[in-house]
């Protein structure tokens, strides 16, 4: 069973965007392992630690690198624009890196101590490394990039940076949200635009600005990875509360632990009647309480029960195919080859059913 | 008396040198203001904190914000290649955002409680805030120049990121010594190159690329502000040991008590001899016990002593002097105004007899 119970396109089946992701992953990794090979020790080995390439003890690895949705984007919207595939991958190599070093910062800050089902990088290799890894990835996405040389790269490198500076601005919104009573729908939307909307949004963008693409046709790809992330983020919050540890690698009720004012929560406080007011007091005896985590399983499942109660999971469930609806949409605004277009509903489609 | 005790070059004046930094600081403030006004909140609070222009309450301020060579040299080798100095404003500023990044991190890293005479952000605001505000002034950087929208920014970015990230594998390098029994003089040199002065030969160069200087021209400069960072970090291990905490804001014996493998301690250890043979007893025991901080005033002041009596003050003197003449004489590789020549001379005379 699904997170939103959406139904998948017509035209591009399951396998064939897991063949498309596949894809992307074996285009970029190469490109990728080059790159953070020119750190310097211990940096290299942390880094190779971080995206799975080797276990603790230093031992080649078949780690799962995670979903790999962006540089299948970045891939992909190169042929959009009437480029190779290939065009792109300075573009999907840049993107990760500049996911990956949001990861290793943002496990750090909200103290998480798994990912991707192990121990996550400043757990085993301290915080300092975590720190200082982040901002090696950081430079390198901006070097992958510039170092073509073309007056694309430096578009493409504008495009990246903003949307950087977005996701960082995302991020200290989210943890000043912790912090609050109460955050509106609005706030939260526009917290999980910035931190998860715009560096998608850069992915489906790079590829095409690397391949040449008009700044309209850039801006119609942006606006569907942007529409497409808040789509994400809306099944990662269900999945943040109501997901499988054994397929999300997260703890259970993982974003309730962390007090997150995620889309689930602030729609039900938004909701009003009994079981939102009720949330309502938990929330506000939290934020008068900060230090208190002594709660149990069943704190937490009564929680979860109550945002349920109160409309909240049907809300987001609802939102995420309102802005997979928007994210579509905005694909007819640019002319592009038909199976460049299916394939990247499937992409979308695929989002918003995942289960981790 | 200054820490290598240098003569000034005759032709630009001590206060001169001052009027110099207080000009870069003047024209380069208002555009780095505008650009940290950008970052959302509290991270545009904080940032503010950390440059010195609020105090903790988020009163105005007129904080020490530095010494501001690094604009000055922007501004001034914009100069060189012939273009008005407001040219290397943007280089200016991403240069002080890219340094103040790392400031951030590396204070929290590091566990530094105080920095300009005032508690570091992390400790007054906490290492979340400390982690994202960095991240915020690195993207921050490459937004600023990139928007210039030229083929030099882009050319001056890339320079920047590859500054970025050489700084990175620098302070890598330095934690990662803080561990080590022995370090070899070339290794502590090859680490503050990176560490000091990749972004100083950036800062050297980057105004010129912005005024359209050639690649040759442009590497001269990067010549002299590299020689000079070295330059200038020898002047710093001395003032790490040596400096009156009234001057540097620094604890007393501040290199000491972090375990520092810096240049006096190294090249004190390399010089053979009764002290450095005592000295790297001492330090070999400390390999073996790394938790023990239980040191007092008594112990920092005998083991400074034994690096004096090693040569490791007067080499690194010495090594201050042979730096800051590499860096003059890169100067003559370009072909440019001799009262911009005199100035950069006057700045680097500025750099080695500073007291803090």
């Known amino acids: ?12 089946t399951a396998a064939g965007v897991i063949a498309l992701l596949e894809n992307g992953r074996i285009l970029t990794t190469p490109v990728l392992r080059a790159a953070v090979a020119r ?3 211990p940096m290299d080995t942390v880094a190779s630690y971080h ?3 080797i276990d603790q003890t230093g031992r080649p690895a078949d780690g799962d690198g995670g979903k790999a949705v962006r540089p299948a984007l970045a ?49 085993v290799h301290g915080p300092a490394q975590a720190i200082l890894v982040g901002d090696a990835l950081f430079a390198l996405a901006n070097e992958v990039l510039l170092e073509q040389g073309t007056p694309e790269a430096g578009r493409a490198t504008r495009r990246l940076t903003t949307a950087t500076r977005k996701l960082i601005d995302g991020q200290a919104q989210d943890i000043t949200f ?18 998860t909307g715009s560096l998608l949004a850069c992915a489906a963008s790079i590829g095409a600005v690397l391949g040449g ?51 689930p929560v602030v729609a039900a406080l938004a909701a009003g009647g009994p079981a939102s007011e009720r949330l309502g007091e938990l929330l506000a005896a939290d934020a008068k309480n900060p230090e208190n ?37 905005a694909l007819d605004k640019m002319d592009m080859p038909e199976e460049i277009n299916r394939k990247l509903v499937g992409l979308a489609d695929f989002v918003v059913v995942r289960e981790k």
Chains 1, 2 share one sequence.
């Open 178 to 195: 912790e912090h609050l009573e109460r955050v509106s729908v609005q706030e939260c939307l526009d917290m999980e635009g910035n931190k």
């Open 39 to 41: 750190l310097a020790p």
């Open 213 to 263: 693409a008009s700044d309209a046709d850039a801006d119609a790809l942006e606006e569907y990875g942007y529409h497409l992330g808040l789509a994400f983020q809306a099944v990662d919050d269900l999945l943040g509360i109501w997901g499988d540890p054994a397929s999300t690698g997260k703890q259970t009720w993982s974003d309730l632990r962390q007090r997150k004012k995620s889309l």
């Open 75 to 123: 891939l992909l919207t190169a042929e959009a624009a009437g480029a190779p595939a290939e065009t792109g991958i300075p573009g999907a190599v840049a993107v990760e890196l500049v996911h990956n070093f949001s990861l290793l910062h943002d496990d750090l800050i909200d103290g998480d101590e798994q990912r991707r089902h192990r121990d996550t990088v400043w757990k």
């Open 1 to 12: 069973m699904s997170a939103i119970g959406a139904t998948r396109g017509e035209n591009v």
């Open 293 to 329: 985590d002594a709660f149990n399983e069943e704190e937490f499942a009564m929680r979860a029960a109550l945002i349920e109660e109160a409309g909240g999971r049907e809300w987001t469930s609802q939102e995420a195919r309102r802005q997979y609806a928007t994210a579509v949409a």
């Open 51 to 53: 995206f799975g390439w």
